[in-house]
């Protein structure tokens, strides 16, 4: 019913910089919540950042004042910018929302989505 697409992810030196987004799209009614978290090799997966309408985003303290979250709610994506990129941030980097979606059958609920990831690489 809804689909996360991301994209933007890569290979980069340290100190570079690289710009993530994720698109949302199917019989959404409306957004809530949208995050963006990250999988390093042999570590759970952790929230990177997330973003909700008319609050504050929030962020993992690792990457405060390097990493800003965005949303554009016409057009149901999220961004993740991400400057003074370390080493440490390696990682695949998964998109989350939590939508209101409508279904065939006429019913409506709050469901949690996943994207599928994008790979972040940096480089010493």
């Known amino acids: 019913q809804v689909q996360l697409v991301e994209s933007g992810g890569g290979l980069v030196q340290t100190g570079g910089s690289l710009r993530l987004s994720c698109a949302a799209s199917?019989?959404?009614?409306?957004?809530?919540?949208m995050g963006w978290y990250r999988q390093a090799p042999g570590k759970q997966r952790e929230l990177v950042a997330d973003?909700?309408?008319?609050?504050?985003?929030k962020y993992v303290d690792s990457v405060k004042g390097r990493f800003a979250i965005s949303r554009d709610n016409a057009k149901k994506t999220i961004y993740l910018q991400m400057n003074n990129l370390k080493p440490e941030d390696t990682a695949v980097y998964y998109c989350?929302?939590?939508?209101?979606?409508?279904?065939?059958?006429?019913?409506?609920?709050?469901?949690?989505?996943w994207g599928q990831g994008t790979r972040v690489t940096v480089s010493s």
């Open positions: 199917g019989t959404i009614i409306s957004s809530n919540t």
């Open positions: 989350n929302g939590n939508f209101l979606v409508s279904f065939p059958s006429g019913s409506v609920s709050t469901r949690n989505y």
């Open positions: 973003i909700s309408s008319g609050l504050s985003p």
